[in-house]
Antibody, heavy 117, light 113 residues
Framework: QVHLQQSGPGLVKPSQTLLLTCAIS??????????WNWIRQSPSRGLEWLGR?????????DYAVSVKSRITINPDTSKNQFSLQLNSVTPEDTAVYYC???????WGQGTLVTVSS | DIVMTQSPDSLAVSLGERATINCKSS????????????LAWYQQKPGQPPKLLIY???ARESGVPDRFSGSESGTDFTLTISSLQAEDVAVYYC?????????FGGGTKVEIK
């Protein structure tokens, strides 16, 4: 069964870049049947899907329109993990960030990210 | 985007009684090639990530108690807890994975009456 372990800082300054990593065990980031997602949760926005990466003979990404200009999700096949990079953060990006695998989702433990100076 | 509308926002049920949560999608989430609806249900307890309970609208995830069941009728979906236990107090969410962006219902908080 897939297990996801998140890592990354819990505090980011406004205008800087949020960077989180999700290590996968029990599956492969290069699986031809999986997808690897980032989702955030806040009281104001509820559960908000941010984007995903997946491999189907080549790599693909899908991103939410709300963050499309600021987000990058990258796979790292050497470490069997994937990452979230969100640029130019503001206090509105404060949320619990989750990585999740699949389509019906299995979730990482979550990281509370606060954007504050 | 597919909008997922859950009801009620909250409900209080006596221990051992049935709890029913509804979810409606704004358009079909039926995945023809799999012959299934792309609809999942999750349980979230405070301080924890959501936990997958049901996928394909009615298939129970491994390890989930059989008091949890999912049903479907067109674009209407239902999660039923047949006999509420104390450990079932949580917020429940539906989610469609038919198309991006993946979208979630607003959640239903289940409490003990």
């Amino acid at each position: 069964q897939v297990h996801l372990q998140q890592s990354g800082p819990g505090l980011v300054k406004p205008s800087q870049t949020l960077l989180l990593t999700c290590a996968i065990s029990g599956d492969s980031v290069s699986s031809n049947s999986a997808a690897w997602n980032w989702i955030r949760q806040s009281p104001s926005r509820g559960l908000e899907w941010l984007g995903r990466t997946y491999y189907r003979s080549k790599w693909y990404n899908d991103y939410a329109v709300s963050v499309k200009s600021r987000i990058t999700i990258n796979p790292d096949t050497s470490k069997n993990q994937f990452s979230l990079q969100l640029n130019s953060v503001t206090p509105e990006d404060t949320a619990v960030y989750y990585c999740a695998g699949g389509f019906a989702l299995r979730w990482g433990q979550g990281t509370l990210v606060t954007v504050s100076s | 985007d597919i909008v997922m509308t859950q009801s009620p926002d909250s409900l209080a049920v006596s221990l051992g009684e049935r709890a029913t949560i509804n979810c409606k999608s704004s358009q079909s989430v039926f995945f023809t090639s799999h012959n299934k609806n792309s609809l999942a249900w999750y349980q979230q307890k405070p301080g924890q990530p959501p936990k997958l309970l049901i996928y394909g609208a009615s298939a129970r995830e491994s390890g989930v108690p059989d008091r949890f069941s999912g049903s479907e009728s067109g674009t209407d979906f239902t999660l039923t807890i047949s006999s509420l236990q104390a450990e079932d107090v949580a917020v429940y969410y539906c989610q469609q994975y038919h198309s991006v962006p993946l979208t979630f219902g607003g959640g239903t908080k289940v409490e003990i009456k």
